[in-house]
């Protein structure tokens, strides 16, 4: 069966420090992956995707990048974070075919 | 383009009673449509969705949603609401077939569900 891992579950960064965030998915080969953003009283903010190694595409412009070293491999990272990047992201992931999105369990960030 | 309206941030209702979570959504394309549950601290869940056929769709946890295109609606519903539903709920539409589009989702901005004993 297919899993999504995501981590750290909870992150407290100071502002102008970086960061990274990393997803893996196991159990499937060549999925899209995602990275959603869940700011405090807002929805969720699809902020790239990818459909393969090395292929990023972002969906709006910000202060962080992502990038795919690997099939099952996400990384999303800053090099100096903002106040607000606070929120709660998520990494999801998907088969083309399917319609059907599966996400991790969430990274808390907190910039203070 | 895509949006997606969830009428009210916080819905509040008793144990065994009816929980109505509305969401509307405009879409250029004939819309696939998702309804997901965030408990807390937690990744989203898949309720349930609708992409073509039956309009009335079920889902798990005894949820149910009907797409009503001429209202361009997709209305969530449960008949007697149960303590454990209590969460945040998020619709979600995307612009259908092909590609990256199945996680290209937009999102509504969430209703909190509260259950009363």
């Known amino acids: 069966s297919q899993t999504i891992h995501q981590w750290p579950a909870t992150l407290v960064q100071p502002v102008g420090s970086p960061l990274s965030l990393e997803c893996t998915v196991e159990g499937t080969s060549n999925p899209n992956l995602y990275w959603y953003r869940q700011a405090a009283g807002r929805g969720l903010q699809l902020l790239f995707y990818s459909v393969g190694i090395g292929q990023i595409s972002s969906e709006v412009p910000q202060n962080l990048s992502a990038s795919r070293p690997q099939d099952r491999q996400f990384i999303l990272s800053s090099k100096k974070l903002l106040l607000s990047d606070s929120g709660f992201y998520l990494c999801?992931?998907?088969?083309?075919?399917?319609?059907?999105?599966?996400f991790g369990s969430g990274t808390q960030l907190s910039v203070l | 383009a895509q949006s997606v309206t969830q009428l009210g941030s916080h819905v509040s209702v008793s144990e065994g009673a009816l929980v109505l979570l509305r969401c509307n959504y405009s879409s250029s394309v004939p819309p696939y449509l998702f309804w997901y549950v965030q408990y807390p601290n937690q990744g989203l869940q898949l309720l349930l969705k609708y992409t073509t056929g039956a309009t009335l769709v079920k889902g798990i946890n005894g949820f149910e949603a009907e797409f009503k295109k001429s209202e361009t609606s997709f209305h969530l519903t449960k008949p007697s609401a149960h303590m454990s539903d209590a969460a945040e709920y998020f619709c979600?539409?995307?612009?259908?077939?092909?590609?990256?589009?199945?996680?290209?989702?937009?999102f509504g901005q969430g209703t909190i569900l509260t259950v009363h004993p």
């Open positions: 999801a992931w998907s088969v083309r075919g399917p319609e059907k999105l599966f």
């Open positions: 979600a539409v995307s612009g259908g077939v092909g590609g990256t589009s199945y996680g290209k989702l937009t």
